[in-house]
């Protein structure tokens, strides 16, 4: 455990349990916060990376593919 956990888990630790509880649903509530912020960073990577691709030609058919993975099997 690094220096501020400790720090942080001292104060914590001496507080009443009701208030620990607060602190656990924060931090719950952070990590929460993160992962939306994640998912949306991650999907707007996405989007930014595809943008204008919609309007390229496609190389290769539905069927391409469908022939590709029977023969794979």
Same mark, same amino acid.
């Not at 989007?47 to 919609?54: R, Y």
């Given at each position: 455990?690094?220096?501020?956990a400790?720090?942080?888990?001292?104060?914590?630790?001496?507080?009443?349990?009701?208030?620990?509880?607060?602190?656990?649903? /924060?931090?719950?509530?952070?990590?929460? #916060?993160?992962?939306?912020? +994640?998912? =949306?960073?991650? &999907? /707007?990577?996405?989007?930014?990376?595809? #943008?204008?691709?919609?309007? +390229?030609? =496609?190389?290769? &058919?539905?069927?391409?593919?469908?022939?590709?993975l029977?023969?794979?099997?």
């Amino acid at each position: 455990m690094g220096n501020l956990a400790r720090k942080i888990f001292k104060e914590i630790e001496s507080l009443p349990e009701e208030q620990q509880v607060e602190i656990l649903d /924060f931090i719950q509530f952070l990590r929460s #916060k993160l992962r939306r912020e +994640e998912k =949306l960073w991650n &999907s /707007f990577s996405l989007d930014s990376a595809m #943008k204008g691709m919609e309007d +390229e030609p =496609l190389i290769y &058919s539905e069927d391409d593919i469908k022939e590709h993975l029977t023969n794979d099997s």
